[in-house]
């Protein structure tokens, strides 16, 4: 009983006799022994997370789906691979990554090439335009325009736009055939007619605010407010040009052939697919430097006050008056064009400043034209677009989708009017353009006293930085000018300079 109530008592005795026979452990060599062990497992670990991250390109704690050479964008339930949209992820959007798709006519070909030969680099641009048909003489285009394809046979498809015409419906798949084409290393596409003059670098700069593995349609209306209404204030209009991000194109291209049938009844090939772009839930993007110019008559009023946003396109130009003054269309494009390519961020950028000493107002469309005032007007007047021109569908004063003022016919109550006549870069990081006085044949001047010292200056000297493009990243703001010799004019010549706004300056009249 005594040795049955020994066992309860120490139920480890035989226990430890029978695995410790002979050995009498002291708790502190146990705890001793504990801690010598953990710090050789310590000691062993972090020698061995030190050679792994030194010797590894990619730990596994900064890996990610973006960093990952196959990275995975994911639109809602489905996922894009974007290995082929780009070879490298982290550079910047240049012309490499844009095909261009423009619609033409076999007809019309040969007298429209003149506009794609302005902006098109042969070599360089990617794309082509598409035609109906063989042109006639194609041996004998030349090679500064883009190569033609032929767009495959739509007569399967329906089209019963009362006022329209079926090439709407060929127009519409360019975007579907240039994808299938299967470039490499695209990340947008631009469609455009071939009437539509691109400036190439503000292109660039636009779509680069933008992520290309995104999807994106990005565009602009029109000026006309008729044709807004009758088409779609939610369109991207395709003269004036618009483009589609690789990913949303992959999208476009299932959904497209149906979409034309679906919307036989529309006009245009532009609105057929906007219609897909609601089906696949994607709204426009709209850039105020594309262009569709539905006016008629003298665009001078829309051009010299150019919204605040890069100049990307000019659509239409058979349709209205030649820009500049007593030249050719063509002629005036490449006037344009010359300031342009010295600065293009600043092409037809307004500006305007006031000169207190004489009391005058001077507004600036850089690249393009000058206007003086023989007195102080406000900002908000001398922002607002001259009525020079008239609606696209029927001629008339408006509606438009931007506010105008008329042109008075009394010539004391309207500015000087002062047109590019050369540009210079005065050093790499500015420029010097020159704008003569255009006096119009049969205008009458103002006879009044206080005009005559404004109606002496002949030319305008105006001086600028060369505007970086990163500043249409920002929150725009209209740069601010001063005039340079404010109290003598200099053989019939006044300078300017251009600058960035200086804290708390406005365009105010004392």
Not at 170 to 198: C, P, Q, Y
Not at 398 to 411: H, L, M, Q, V, Y
Request: hydrophobic share 35%; glycine share 6%.
């Amino acid at each position: 009983m005594s040795s049955t109530r020994e066992t309860m008592l120490d139920p480890f005795k035989t226990w430890k006799f029978l695995v410790l026979p002979t050995i009498t452990i002291k708790p502190i060599d146990l705890l001793l022994f504990l801690l010598k062990t953990i710090l050789a497992i310590f000691t062993v670990s972090s020698i061995s997370l030190f050679l792994y991250f030194a010797f590894s390109s990619r730990p596994w704690w900064l890996s990610s789906p973006n960093c990952n050479n196959n990275p995975v964008r994911t639109f809602d339930h489905q996922k894009f691979i974007t290995k082929n949209i780009s070879g490298r992820a982290n550079e910047r959007t240049n012309l490499s990554h844009i095909q261009f798709g423009i619609g033409g006519s076999a007809k019309t070909w040969n007298q429209r090439l003149r506009y794609c030969e302005l902006w098109w680099k042969p070599n360089v641009t990617r794309g082509f335009v598409w035609l109906d048909e063989k042109p006639p003489n194609d041996e004998n285009l030349p090679p500064t325009s883009p190569q033609y394809k032929i767009s495959q046979d739509t007569s399967r498809f329906k089209y019963t736009s009362s006022y329209g015409s079926r090439s709407a419906v060929r127009m519409a798949r360019i975007a579907k055939e240039s994808f299938e084409l299967g470039l490499g290393n695209v990340r947008w596409f631009v469609m455009g007619d071939d009437d539509t003059v691109f400036f190439l670098e503000n292109l660039i700069t636009v779509l680069d605010k933008y992520d290309h593995n995104q999807m994106y349609y990005i565009g602009g209306n029109s000026e006309s407010v008729e044709q807004d209404v009758i088409h779609s204030y939610n369109m991207a209009y395709g003269g004036g040009g618009f483009a589609i991000s690789y990913p949303l194109a992959a999208e476009l291209v299932k959904v497209l052939d149906g979409c034309i049938d679906r919307y036989a009844s529309f006009y245009g090939s532009d609105q057929k697919v906007q219609g897909c772009m609601s089906e696949i839930g994607i709204p426009v993007t709209k850039e105020l430097g594309f262009h569709q110019v539905d006016i008629r008559g003298n665009p001078y009023g829309l051009l010299a006050a150019h919204p605040l946003a890069p100049l990307v396109s000019l659509h239409h130009l058979d349709y209205v008056q030649p820009i500049f003054p007593g030249m050719t269309q063509i002629d005036s494009l490449k006037k344009l064009i010359s300031a342009y390519e010295k600065d293009p961020s600043r092409a037809l950028q307004h500006s305007f400043c006031y000169d207190l000493k004489r009391n005058w107002s001077v507004s600036v469309s850089w690249g393009y034209t000058l206007q003086l005032y023989p007195s102080l007007v406000t900002a908000k007047k001398l922002e607002t677009a001259f009525l020079t021109f008239q609606s696209w569908r029927t001629w008339n004063n408006g509606p438009f989708k931007f506010n105008t003022r008329p042109i008075s016919k009394d010539p004391c109550e309207r500015p000087i009017m002062y047109f590019l006549d050369r540009v210079q870069r005065d050093s790499g990081y500015s420029t010097l353009t020159t704008y003569t006085r255009h006096v119009e044949e049969s205008a009458k001047e103002c006879d009044r006293p206080d005009y005559a010292p404004a109606l002496a200056v002949k030319f305008f000297n105006v001086s600028s930085a060369k505007l970086n493009p990163a500043i249409w990243r920002m929150a725009p703001r209209r740069q601010c000018c001063e005039v340079i010799n404010g109290r003598d004019v200099v053989d019939n010549l006044v300078q300017v300079k251009i600058r960035g706004c200086n804290r708390f300056e406005s365009v105010t009249p004392p």
